[in-house]
């Protein structure tokens, strides 16, 4: 059964810090993966999706790699800003394109102006 | 672009009775919508993948009669929360997949529910 991992849960730098949220899964065996931003009471924003046999994807100041081999996709986030703040989750697609998606937690940040 | 509409945003409603929620894809049109559960500070939860034209199926642990899905269109699927209790208080989030852009799901902006 997949599972999805986040570390940290929660994450605070100071305007301009280049960041790394990580995410890992238990099964190599992955469609693709996505990433997404969620606002406090808010529904998802898709950010980034990286197929099975994509090594990265770039959007902006984004940049989200996958490693299957060792079961992780890290989103580098350059340059963050206050309006970076929110949730970001990621989430694996395992069932051939079925589209169920199975979340990690997600990692809280803060961009302190 | 691609957007995924929810109604109500928001509801509360009396333990007991029961409560519709749509899901809407505004400017696509989607054969698979997926319904997601949230619990505060918890990620989502898939309940269950609605399939235009047919039954949806649901996840293990999902009860469908109190969880009733419909897929009635192509950009329309509805979620009835049946019966309601206070534990079934959470944040709903439906997608769609729009499969001429490959695999991304478009999520919608949720609904809050709350069971008094």
């Known amino acids: 059964k997949q599972e999805v991992t986040q570390i940290p849960a929660a994450l605070s730098v100071p305007e301009g810090e280049n960041l790394v949220l990580n995410c890992s899964f238990t099964?190599?065996?992955?469609?693709?993966l996505q990433w997404f931003r969620q606002d406090p009471g808010k529904g998802l924003t898709s950010l980034l999706l990286?197929?099975?046999?994509?090594r990265e994807q770039t959007s902006g100041r984004l940049n989200a790699s996958l490693d299957k081999s060792s079961g992780r996709s890290t989103l580098y986030i350059a340059a963050s800003q206050p309006g970076d703040s929110a949730t970001y989750l990621c989430?694996?697609?395992?069932?051939?394109?079925?589209?169920?998606?199975?979340f990690g937690q997600g990692t809280t940040l803060q961009v302190k102006p | 672009g691609a957007v995924v509409s929810q109604h109500p945003s928001r509801v509360i409603c009396k333990s007991g009775t029961s409560v519709k929620i749509e899901c809407r894809s505004l400017?696509?049109?989607?054969?698979?919508m997926f319904w997601y559960r949230q619990f505060p500070k918890k990620s989502l939860m898939l309940m269950a993948t609605?399939?235009?034209?047919?039954?949806?199926?649901?996840e293990q642990g999902v009860e469908k009669d109190k969880f009733l899905i419909n897929h009635a269109s192509l950009t329309l699927s509805t979620l009835t929360v049946t019966s309601a209790h206070p534990e079934d208080s959470s944040f709903y989030i439906c997608?769609?997949?729009?499969?001429?852009?490959?695999?991304?799901?478009?999520f919608g902006p949720g609904t809050r529910l709350t069971v008094t």
């Open positions: 989430a694996a697609d395992g069932s051939g394109n079925t589209g169920k998606l199975i």
């Open positions: 099964d190599s065996a992955i469609y693709n």
């Open positions: 997608s769609a997949k729009k499969w001429d852009r490959g695999y991304e799901q478009y």
């Open positions: 400017d696509f049109q989607a054969t698979t």
């Open positions: 990286i197929q099975s046999s994509q």
């Open positions: 609605s399939n235009e034209g047919s039954k949806a199926t649901y």
